[in-house]
């Protein structure tokens, strides 16, 4: 008689995303494809100033345009600022605008001409105020004050506002003045520059509104965070969020740029106004001009070590520029323990202080603050390791961070850590991969993390999972996809509980009413936190399938097996029901159906651990890069020739999507690295558009190795740990790091253009 | 003012009305409802709007509607045959070299022009061929690899065309 063996059916195989067939033939519906009988076209008349008074706005022009059907401005908006984190802008400006780009108006007409040319007949008059332009002068006392009202704003957590400060946070440990005079300590000191990055999503914004004539606005829109996003738009509209249905299709990309309402709320007062329904799709010089980036960042850095490596103290000074509104948790500065990576270091001084400028908002872009500070410590690690004589791979494995031990921030224990085994991995590798090393080539390491934050910050979401009486089972849950498979990854969780094929489950996403809620896809926590709560929904309805099939089969409960879309008998697989026949024995009429519930991670399941969680980092996200590069002293290029990086992420719930995001999470850190940069002047974005502001291409995408540590957290769904972001943090070092070991000149400003690589040079040849 | 522009357009003649200054990339998208056509920059830059004009991949953001007139155009809806995919978007499903898939449509598109010339390329091969086309999200390593991959498949399959 055949006995079923448990055995992972789903999870840790390399299953092919659903939705990737309808994106593969062009069916997949984003925002921007939604069309609605008689739908307008929208454009939106930006701020040509850095800093300005509006003195007037005259649309009698633009209203007399025939094709014209509704024109807003800030008057047309509820008085309330809105932001995801800090609410610190207007949907529209309001008295005066702050940076170039921002939104001053917006027309609704029958075409897309007509609304361009309606926008150019609105007469904005504007009264230019003295800007704000450098940050590391933003808190000059005669510099202008770009929100008087500051201290008075929403804040998500509690910051350090004041003058054009958006937050200064400092975190210390130890006593790092007395720390530097140990006797033989040995210091390095630095200062590293780093870019302002685009998210540069291949789908820009775009949402559709349709108002119902009572009232209600129903919007598509590309946003990842609907259940957060509906709030602003309902605060602009001076209406109950209940008023707002939010609906996040298939979305073109994210990186962190699309947690925000910035457009929505602009095409729902146009949809109210012309009460027919709208589309408004942002141009890329719209998306380069006036929506996120990553801020920029000056870090003054400085680290001792004793004679043998050891890390004893590490002072950090970060000033990060946030732009004119600033869309980052606590403006970036809350991270300035990421400075000290997942080293062991007693004595430290951290200091991050982000400031406004007359200039486009900051954001959120993937692995917020990671890049910059990854790129000063783990550079500077390496110069360290240079006047040490010391291999820097040493250097780094003897001062890692080890389970039990405190994570830099205080707020965690470390447990489950894949760090040191990353290093290993990554030194084996070079012995046995790198090869010898041709003239002006080099090779660079780092250590990358993200987030070494308790896993209590698992925060909440919904989920429902249905199996009906014919054998189909629908999750239904509030998260988004942006397209890093949190669909497939719902999915296969469900598919591995209820032993049901994926092709049988369908899955219902991110809509504020058809949907549990959900806070929102982003910061490595989705797979972590939605990975669970849909699993315990499956379990929810597993425990009813076994119940009646159990009555039914007249045996006990665990006895049962769940599998091919069947529950059957482990000792005899013969004696079984398929799912639809106990789903339609659940129910009265029609058919029947078991529904399963979960909701809130931390009541639901994790409230029994809830002490142990706030204490413990249960699910670091640690990785190890090793560069191989080659310099051409000539032009100052960089050709990477080779990359590599070990990363542990507890378990690949899914082959594909895990090597995926972290084969495009190095790349996004090469762009970073070599090529990627907002230029701005007098406020205004140089290169707002994809031939200046450039994006890694195909011929120049090196080998790429990944190499999977798994090291199983505790709590989160099957051992897996987050993923996307830790991936694109460590490439921006460990590739200065590879040119100085080709050329011997550090190179200290990301990203490393040719210009600066040879003014290093010089720099070094001329012995400054 | 509107003029009549015939076409084949996924293998079916279509006669259409047009304003010549419309982009080919808003005809399809704003005209004709045919949205796998993507836009992303309206520059010619990033590649998701590729589709093929009389068999070559063009970026149709870059074509005015009227220069199409009595060419054959084939967007991504036209790629599969019924229910049968193209090689290529069956590949670009199954190696996992859709992420986001904003790019996915427009890549097709340029590698199926590329396969249709050179259809065992080198991996150098197919990246210089696919440099017009952006992907944000998958680094185009498995994109390089769904391409191979179609190419094996069609080399197997005698496919031609």
Redesign the interface.
């Known amino acids: 008689m055949a006995t079923i063996v448990d055995e992972l059916q789903s999870i840790g195989h390399?299953i092919?995303?659903p939705?990737?067939?309808?994106?593969?033939?062009?069916?997949?519906?984003?925002a921007?494809?939604v069309?609605l009988p008689g739908m307008l076209q929208a454009k939106v008349l930006r701020s040509p100033y850095p800093h300005a008074r509006i003195v007037s706005i005259d649309t009698s022009a633009a209203d007399a345009l025939p094709g014209v059907y509704a024109i807003v401005t800030g008057a047309d908006c509820s008085p309330v600022r809105i932001g995801r984190f800090l609410q610190d802008r207007y949907a529209l400006a309001r008295e005066k605008v702050i940076y170039v780009g921002e939104p001053v108006a917006a027309v609704a007409a029958v075409d897309e001409e007509t609304a361009d040319r309606a926008i150019q007949l609105i007469d904005v008059v504007y009264d230019p105020l003295a800007a704000v332009l450098d940050p590391e002068h933003a808190l000059d006392p005669d510099q202008p004050i770009i929100h008087p009202d500051l201290a008075s704003y929403t804040d998500m957590t509690p910051s350090e506002r004041t003058g054009n400060q958006r937050n200064h946070v400092d975190v210390s440990s130890g006593d790092v003045d007395a720390a530097w005079s140990e006797p033989g300590l040995v210091t390095v000191e630095a200062t590293y520059r780093t870019p302002r990055q685009s998210?540069?999503?291949?789908?820009?914004h775009a949402a559709v509104a349709q108002p119902d004539g009572r009232g209600k606005i129903t919007i598509w829109a590309s946003t990842k965070a609907p259940f957060r996003s509906r709030g602003s738009i309902a605060d602009t509209l001076g209406v109950p969020a209940s008023r707002v249905r939010l609906i996040s299709p298939?979305?073109?990309?994210?990186?962190g740029g699309k947690g925000a309402a910035f457009i929505e709320p602009i095409v729902a007062l146009l949809a109210r106004k012309a009460q027919k329904p709208v589309r408004l799709?942002l141009?890329?010089v719209e998306e380069l001009t006036a929506m996120t980036s990553r801020p920029s960042c000056v870090i003054n850095l400085k680290v001792g070590a004793r004679p043998d490596g050891t890390l004893v103290a590490m002072e950090g000074h970060m000033l990060y520029n946030v732009g004119a509104v600033d869309d980052n948790g606590g403006g970036v500065g809350r991270s300035a323990d990421s400075l000290a990576g997942g080293y062991r270091i007693p004595h430290k001084r951290l200091v991050a202080t982000s400031v406004y400028t007359n200039t486009s908002p900051g954001g959120h872009v993937r692995a917020p603050s990671g890049p910059q500070t990854s790129f000063a410590t783990e550079s500077l690690l390496d110069t360290l390791a240079r006047k040490l004589n010391m291999d820097p791979i040493e250097l780094r494995l003897k001062n890692a961070l080890h389970n039990g031990e405190t994570v830099p921030s205080g707020h965690g224990i470390l447990a489950n850590s894949g760090l040191q085994e990353c290093i290993e991995r990554a030194r084996d590798w070079m012995a046995r991969e790198l090869g010898p090393k041709g003239p002006n080539e080099g090779v660079g390491v780092a250590l990358a993390l993200w987030a070494l934050h308790p896993a209590a910050l698992a925060v909440a979401s919904a989920a429902t999972v249905k199996i009906d009486a014919e054998g189909g089972v629908v999750l239904s849950c509030g998260v988004t996809d942006?397209?890093?498979?949190q669909w497939t990854m719902a999915a296969q969780v469900v598919s591995e509980v209820l032993g049901v094929p994926m092709g049988q489950i369908s899955v219902i996403m991110s809509d504020t009413e058809a949907t549990p809620p959900d806070t929102g896809t982003g910061g490595s926590g989705t797979t972590y936190r939605v990975g669970n709560i849909v699993g315990f929904a499956a379990e929810d309805a597993r425990r009813q399938v076994v119940r009646i099939a159990a009555e039914r089969l007249k045996v006990d409960e665990e006895e049962l097996v769940l599998r091919d879309g069947e529950v059957c008998v482990r000792s005899d697989p013969s004696k079984k029901l398929t799912l639809a026949r106990v789903a339609s024995a659940a129910g009265s009429s029609p058919g029947g159906a078991i529904i399963g519930t979960s909701q809130d991670v931390r009541e639901e399941y994790l409230s029994a651990h809830a002490h142990e969680l706030a204490e413990y980092v249960d699910a670091p996200s640690f990785a190890a890069h090793v560069a191989k590069v080659r310099v051409d002293p000539e032009t100052g290029q960089i050709d990477v020739l080779k990359y590599y990086t070990a990363q542990d992420v507890g378990k690949a719930l899914n082959l594909?999507?895990c090597?995926?995001q972290i084969?495009?999470?190095?790349?996004?850190g090469l762009g970073y690295a070599l090529s990627e940069e907002i230029i701005t002047e007098d406020g205004t974005n140089l290169n707002a558009?994809?031939?200046e502001y450039l994006?890694?291409?195909?011929?120049h995408?090196p080998p790429?190795t990944v190499d999977l540590v798994e090291i199983p957290s505790t709590y989160g769904p099957y051992g897996a740990k987050g993923v996307g972001e830790t991936p694109c943090v460590g490439v921006a070092p460990a590739i200065a790091n590879a040119v100085e070991d080709a050329i011997g000149a550090r190179v200290t400003q990301a990203p490393l253009t040719p210009e600066r690589v040879l003014a290093a040079l010089r720099a070094k040849q001329a012995g400054v | 003012m509107k003029m009549p522009i015939s076409m084949d357009l996924n293998g079916r003649p279509l006669t259409v009305d047009a304003e010549p200054y419309w982009t080919l990339q808003h005809l399809l998208r704003d005209e004709l409802d045919l949205t796998g056509t993507k836009e992303g920059c309206r520059t010619g830059n990033c590649g998701v709007c590729t589709v093929l004009i009389d068999g070559k991949a063009v970026k149709s953001c870059l074509v005015l509607a009227p220069q199409v007139a009595a060419r054959q155009v084939t967007t991504v809806e036209g790629l599969a045959h019924g229910e049968e995919l193209d090689p290529l978007q069956r590949a670009f499903a199954e190696c996992g070299a859709i992420q986001c898939g904003y790019c996915s449509p427009g890549f097709i598109m340029a590698a199926r022009a590329f396969l249709n010339e050179n259809p065992s390329p080198t991996r150098a091969e197919i990246a210089d061929a696919l440099e017009g086309n952006l992907c944000r999200c998958t680094g185009y390593v498995k994109i390089f690899e769904a391409v191979e991959t179609a190419a094996r498949v069609e080399a197997h399959n005698g496919h031609n065309s």
């Open positions: 390399a092919p995303k939705d990737a067939f309808l994106k593969a033939t062009g069916s997949a519906t984003y921007g494809d069309r998210q540069a999503f291949t789908e820009p298939v979305i073109g990309g994210d990186f799709t141009s890329r942006q397209g890093g498979g594909l999507n090597t995926g084969e495009g999470g190095v790349v996004f558009n994809l031939w994006l890694p291409t195909a011929p995408i790429i």
